[in-house]
């Protein structure tokens, strides 16, 4: 329990760091994180924090040697559709990149369920030695987090979900390495275990917590520290310190365990110039002759780099509309957090005057579109149609019902009629696709039409527009 001088005990999670040596501990610096429920939203400028440890024993620390910073928790869009496939399977997995907040997504809706970490390396220990004993800790529900680690698991799980399958939502699972893990669960677990994914906090999470005023604003967040919770809520920490050591504990070694990358300086390279070309066509030559490493390598990468859900491929539209039609497909980055620390952007100046602001506000739109689609639980149907050096479409939706929606996507809060010309165009020589909707997506404050066949997108009805789709 943590309790203030006042009185007031506040609700959600509480980061609390020491910022100096306890009495008989000069030599240390601790920090920890608590759990805490109780009343009040705010927390009081208080002289004194009092924690009452579990020993019951209270400790009071001056000001002097503390900080602290209040994360509220932030409702998941996938939470209704999570909560529904729990109901129906006997086994639901959560996978995505490292620091999405997978395992506090599952706790939080699930407090009930006993908790096992195979970061931990003795849990991992006792799943390979005595996985009967681990598994029967398990009471009526388990979350077993990171479980890429110790596949040989599942075989276990599915004999005890086969010798009880009206049990449902029994066995929780995340991990972070979707290139083995999806492999393992289909070999071990089909028909026996509904898979989803959670990305990075979305544009309509993040404004539904209150945390945003402008579409503006959102996209320079979003840049300069990203979306993933822990920078993203915590203001005080560095992000692009947070960034570095996520590259480097989680990326790099995730990758490693996989396949072995080689020279690590080369992989490092290919990062950044991968960076300084999202939103952009994919060549794989190029990539290759520039960071001076073989075609295969790159793919290798690439594929790699897709798994952990750090890059989505955008394909070119499927249908066969004639030899100009471009086949390759386009880069984007599922965090832009990422792609400003790996290129060097570090204020909103920089981002918004500078090279990359356009491509960086065309990879925020695709990125945000693919969440609406991740976070409802179906696969993206998100495509983009250059024709030759004529013109290309930004985005194109293909709506469940027959036709699509095509979107061009410009950095501006100001949108013009000019900024359209390539939907006219897309219209003039495609339009036997059945074209429902064309839209301008900016930065603008309102969305309306911007010519007989154009309207413009303000971007929370842009995500309205795609989120239409994704449910039906």
């Known amino acids: 329990m943590v309790t203030f001088n006042n009185g007031l005990t506040p609700t959600g999670r509480l980061v609390v760091g020491l910022m100096g040596p306890l009495i008989g501990r ?31 024993n209270l400790q009071t620390f001056p000001q002097s040697i503390w900080y602290f910073r209040f994360m ?17 399977f006997p086994a639901v997995s959560l996978t995505g990149p490292r620091q999405t907040g997978k395992s506090t997504l599952l706790r939080h809706l699930f407090p009930e369920a006993k908790y096992i970490s195979f970061d931990d390396p003795l849990a991992r220990q006792l799943a390979r030695e005595d996985p009967e004993r681990l598994l029967d800790m398990d009471t009526s529900r388990i979350l077993l987090d990171e479980i890429q680690f110790v596949p040989e698991l599942l075989s276990r799980i599915k004999i005890r979900i086969d010798n009880n399958r009206q049990a449902k939502g029994r066995y929780l699972l995340t991990g972070s390495q979707q290139f083995t893990l999806m492999k393992n669960l289909g070999d071990s677990l089909a028909g026996r275990i509904a898979l989803l994914e959670l990305l990075p906090l979305s544009f309509s999470e993040w404004a539904s917590a209150g945390l945003q005023k402008s579409a503006l604003e959102s996209f320079t967040q979003s840049c300069l520290r990203g979306l993933f919770p822990e920078p993203a809520l915590n203001l005080d920490m560095d992000a692009s310190r947070w960034f570095s050591s996520y590259i480097q504990t989680y990326l790099e070694r995730d990758i490693r365990t996989i396949f072995d990358i080689g020279n690590l300086h080369d992989f490092e390279r290919f990062l950044q110039l991968l960076a300084s070309r999202c939103a952009q066509e994919l060549h794989l030559s190029s990539l290759a002759s520039d960071v001076g490493v073989a075609v295969n390598t790159i793919k290798k990468w690439i594929s790699l780099l897709e798994a952990c859900r750090i890059l989505y491929l955008l394909p070119p539209y499927h249908q066969n509309l004639g030899k100009r039609i471009t086949k390759a497909p386009k880069v984007y980055f599922l965090d832009l957090g990422l792609v400003s620390f790996l290129t060097g952007i570090r204020t909103a100046e920089h981002l918004l005057a500078g090279p990359m602001g356009v491509a960086l506000f065309e990879n925020y739109c695709v990125q945000e579109a693919v969440k609406v689609f991740t976070n409802a639980g179906v696969p993206p149907r998100l495509y983009f149609l250059r024709k030759g050096t004529d013109f ?21 809060q100001t949108p013009k009629a000019a900024f359209a010309s390539s939907l006219h165009k897309f219209h003039k020589d495609f339009g036997l696709l059945k074209i429902q909707t064309m839209g301008l997506v900016s930065l603008s404050k ?16 842009f995500l309205k527009c795609i989120k239409a789709a994704a449910i039906l």
């Open 26 to 56: 000069e030599n240390q610096r601790i920090g920890f994180v608590m759990e805490v429920t109780g009343v009040g939203n705010l927390l009081p400028k208080a002289p004194l924090l009092q924690i009452c440890s579990l020993n019951a």
């Open 72 to 88: 509220n928790y932030i409702k998941r869009e996938l939470e209704p559709v999570l909560a529904s496939l729990v109901a129906q």
């Open 392 to 412: 290309e479409v930004d985005l194109l939706l293909d709506n469940p019902g027959g036709g699509v929606t095509a979107f061009e996507i410009q950095l501006s």
């Open 446 to 461: 309102e969305s309306g039409p911007l010519s007989q066949t154009v309207s413009h997108f303000c971007f929370s009805d």
